[in-house]
């Protein structure tokens, strides 16, 4: 399009033009506004925020807080754009954005706001009598004017008729539902990031969640916040993880792979105490976890990254949503390392949720209400020491000719089938040691030939026989892996894989840690790269697709998950294909030595895949179950 005579080729836009674009940068609904409002709040050391919304935060916000609070000059200049008190200013006594300690430091979001919508802000400088109050509609400012004291020192923020000088933007909001689910989302996060810190949301009258400022040390609180805000069944079945490398320090909690999701949605990550949303942060976990969980199920975690802030820019986004490490290396690699310790010092633990869902499913048929005795269908399980044979059905029983008990007498381990072996220690062969020094007791029946039933101290294990082997197994065969190193096998002709530039340059970049996973590549001209080895594992090998699928892994995570996940697919399935198959009869040696192996090996609680491979039932839920408590 040619520009005429009047219309300039440049022009200087006027401020309201420019705050509105800034907000559509800063503001893109109403949970936006709730996080600058309570990042704000946060660094004027709040220790009580209160956060009221209406209409999904369109007809009204409310953020009160009880933090230093402002004086009448302080509020007269806080609503003018690039206005700010958090931007350190460093030696040569230039503003200093590599060490930002400080949720906000931009000085966009108010003025933002008040470009967009009825803004009112009533603050009382903390030690002062005065307070004052000041309004801003659709950018135009009213002056500071004296207000009733709020009674401590702290500011009330009231947000009205959200973009109503833009209704462009209301066409792309969302329903009121939703937005409120979004509100809730940017508090809970904010929650979460700050135990020390008091939040209470109400949304359109009713009160959404409160919670009191936590007390204690860091890890009690922490915990105590994280069972506040995702249930107690998460603080049941979370791993404290608590790791420092070269000055970088990860925190938190990460739940056992048998408590997960099927989204990663419930993953929640902190840099500085800054909800932010980090690809490499999201590729770290998903890699910790890539050895118990299948692709479509993802943890529950609460990350906490704390590193000098010199190492991290948050300067990337205008939300701040998204950060940027000097050494992502290091942040991902202790990401990982942390976990992977806490899930292996969790041995043989599987989630309390698994047991939980055992006994709500117990429900016997025709049972009457109030605690009226009633007859149920029992089955008869041999005890040992006597074989089990068929038994007639006793008055009001049913009798399932489909479950059968093994039953053998005690005697010394003897060497099992081949390839089924389960090694014990001679502490395991001490048929003298009592129950309570095993933690998934002593074996006492085998159910239809694939559970096993052990009693403990205080309760029953049952264990899925396929299962449990075939994760021991799978240990096995990583360890064995991990000693010997993948074995790989050459192409006859090697295969020519083309890239851009970029991507080949990503893979080969990677040429040390892709020979240690039997993948050997060498350059082939610009931007081509030549297979010479690929894994023995991987048979029949779609190389073409596995080489994009690597680049593309590197680029989005910097790890080459994709030729990890095949390599574990096959060992998991030569695992299933070697371990104890369901409908095999075992001794009762047999079992107690599966028992002991599953203690002894770490992550046994769960399948390759994250199912559980036991259930505990404690004695005395079993006993709520018959009426005896």
């Not at 049941?236 to 420092?244: I, K, M, S």
């Not at 050895?291 to 975690?301: E, I, N």
Request: charge should be negative; include cysteine; aromatic fraction near 4%.
């Amino acid at each position: 399009m040619s520009l005429t005579a009047t219309q300039p080729a440049i022009r200087r836009l006027p401020p309201e033009t420019v705050n509105r674009i800034a907000a559509g940068e800063v503001v893109e609904r109403p949970a936006s506004v709730i996080k600058e409002l309570a990042e704000n709040a946060l660094d004027a050391g709040a220790k009580r925020i209160d956060i009221t919304a209406e209409g999904g935060g369109l007809v009204r916000l409310v953020v009160e807080d009880d933090g230093k609070g402002m004086n009448e000059a302080e509020l007269a200049l806080c609503i003018e754009r690039h206005a700010t008190s958090k931007l350190p200013v460093g030696e040569d006594g230039q503003d200093d954005l590599l060490n930002i300690g400080t949720m906000g430091f931009r000085g966009e979001a108010l003025p933002s706001i008040g470009s967009i919508a009825r803004l009112s802000i009533t603050s009382q400088a903390k030690g002062e009598g005065d307070a004052f109050t000041i309004h801003v509609e659709g950018g135009q400012t009213h002056g500071t004017a004296p207000a009733a004291p709020l009674g401590r020192g702290g500011t009330r923020i009231e947000v009205r008729d959200l973009f109503y000088a833009t209704p462009a933007r209301l066409k792309f909001l969302k329903s009121e539902r939703s937005e409120n689910q979004a509100i809730t989302d940017v508090v809970k996060r904010l929650a979460m990031s700050r135990p020390d810190v008091g939040f209470y949301l109400t949304l359109d009258g009713r009160k959404r969640f409160s919670v009191a400022a936590e007390r204690g040390d860091e890890s009690e609180a922490g915990k105590a916040r994280m069972s506040a805000m995702l249930g107690a069944d998460f603080g049941d079945n979370a791993l404290e993880v608590d790791q420092e490398r070269e000055g970088v320090r990860v925190s938190g909690f990460a739940s056992l792979p048998t408590y997960s999701r099927g989204s990663a949605q419930h993953q929640y990550l902190f840099v500085n105490g800054r909800p932010v949303r980090d690809k490499l942060l999201h590729g770290a976990i998903r890699g910790a976890y890539q050895d118990f969980l299948a692709r479509d199920r993802h943890p529950v975690v609460a990350l906490n990254v704390d590193l000098p802030s010199h190492m991290v820019d948050v300067n990337v986004h205008p939300a701040k949503a998204e950060v940027r490490f000097r050494d992502a290396g290091l942040v991902r690699g202790l990401i990982v390392g942390s976990l992977r310790h806490a899930l292996a010092g969790a041995g043989h633990r599987a989630s309390t949720t698994v047991a939980g869902f055992a006994l709500g499913r117990v429900r016997p048929e025709g049972a009457p209400s109030h605690g009226q005795p009633y007859q149920s269908a029992a089955h008869h399980v041999a005890a040992w020491g006597r074989p089990a044979g068929p038994a007639e059905p006793a008055q009001g029983q049913v009798f399932d000719p489909g479950m059968s008990a093994r039953v053998e007498p005690d005697r010394s381990w003897s060497q099992p089938p081949a390839g089924e072996g389960m090694s014990v220690t001679e502490r395991d062969m001490d048929a003298t040691a009592p129950t309570p020094e095993w933690p998934l007791g002593a074996a006492r029946a085998q159910l239809h030939e694939t559970y096993v039933v052990a009693q403990t101290a205080d309760g029953i294990v049952i264990v899925d026989q396929h299962a449990a082997h075939e994760r021991l197994v799978y240990e096995r065969m990583k360890k064995m892996i991990a000693d010997t190193g993948v074995q790989r096998q050459k192409l006859l002709v090697p295969e020519i894989v083309d890239l851009d530039e970029a991507e080949a340059r990503r893979v080969l970049d990677r040429t040390q840690e892709l020979e240690e996973l039997g993948l050997v590549v060498e350059p082939f001209g610009a931007g081509a790269i030549a297979v010479r080895e690929t894994p023995a594992l991987l048979k029949k090998l779609d190389v073409q697709g596995l080489i994009r699928d690597l680049a593309d892994d590197l680029a989005e995570t910097d790890q080459a998950l994709s030729l990890k996940e095949k390599l574990e697919d096959v060992v998991g399935t030569m695992a299933c294909h070697g371990s104890v198959r369901s409908g095999r009869r075992l001794t009762g040696e047999e079992m107690n030595a599966l028992l002991r192996e599953m203690e002894a090996t770490p992550h046994s609680g769960q399948c390759n895949h994250g199912r559980p491979t036991y259930v505990e039932l404690k004695l005395a839920d079993i006993e709520r179950l018959f009426g005896r408590r």
